[in-house]
């Protein structure tokens, strides 16, 4: 009688699965682009594994964080790449083709990196989020009044609360 093979995807957490599903994250993929491979969990089943198993929740923080300079990465490729940037249109009396811009392609291309952009942003704030700095202009004027003046100052508060 042959051996029968299971069926369906794993369920079976091991390390080298969690290993192959961080690295696709770290290269910047989605979870569910990751567990589409036929021989990996469904993402179900890693979300579990979140909740249940020890040190993978860490491991796929840190490969998510990991992530956000692989999409930054990609940026730069969708932004130098012009290939679809033009397209032929109807050829001309003298069988010379036309090119117009390809205004979808474009946009499309202006999606994808704010998308990545924002990822990243979110990933690791402290590297690619948006620099928030506070200013403080003027002074309290506590240096300027003598200790009477601030007691009493002090014991006004006090007594209006």
């Given at each position: 009688?042959?051996?029968?093979?299971?069926?369906?995807?794993?369920?079976?957490?091991?390390?080298?699965?969690?290993?192959?599903?961080?690295a696709g994250l770290a290269e910047g993929k989605s979870l569910r682009t990751v567990c589409r491979a036929d021989h990996l969990p469904c993402v179900a089943t890693v979300f579990n594994w979140f909740r249940t198993k020890d040190g993978f929740?860490?491991?796929?923080?840190?490969?998510?964080?990991?992530?956000?300079?692989?999409?930054?990465?990609?940026?730069?490729?969708?932004?130098?790449?012009?290939?679809?940037?033009?397209?032929?249109?109807?050829?001309?009396?003298?069988?010379?083709?036309?090119?117009?811009?390809?205004?979808?392609?474009?946009?499309?291309?202006?999606?994808?990196?704010?998308?990545?952009?924002?990822?990243?942003?979110?990933?690791?704030?402290?590297?690619?989020?948006?620099?928030?700095?506070?200013?403080?202009?003027?002074?309290?004027?506590?240096?300027?009044?003598?200790?009477?003046?601030?007691?009493?100052?002090?014991?006004?508060?006090?007594?209006?609360?």
């Amino acid at each position: 009688m042959a051996e029968q093979k299971p069926t369906g995807r794993p369920s079976t957490y091991t390390q080298e699965i969690a290993d192959e599903i961080c690295a696709g994250l770290a290269e910047g993929k989605s979870l569910r682009t990751v567990c589409r491979a036929d021989h990996l969990p469904c993402v179900a089943t890693v979300f579990n594994w979140f909740r249940t198993k020890d040190g993978f929740l860490e491991q796929y923080t840190r490969a998510k964080e990991e992530s956000a300079d692989a999409l930054t990465e990609e940026m730069v490729d969708i932004a130098d790449d012009g290939s679809n940037d033009w397209m032929a249109n109807n050829s001309d009396e003298e069988g010379k083709l036309n090119y117009q811009i390809n205004g979808e392609h474009i946009q499309r291309s202006r999606l994808r990196i704010e998308t990545r952009k924002w990822l990243s942003s979110k990933l690791k704030p402290k590297k690619y989020g948006d620099k928030i700095t506070t200013e403080h202009a003027g002074s309290l004027g506590l240096t300027d009044m003598s200790e009477e003046t601030l007691d009493a100052k002090l014991a006004e508060l006090l007594k209006s609360q």
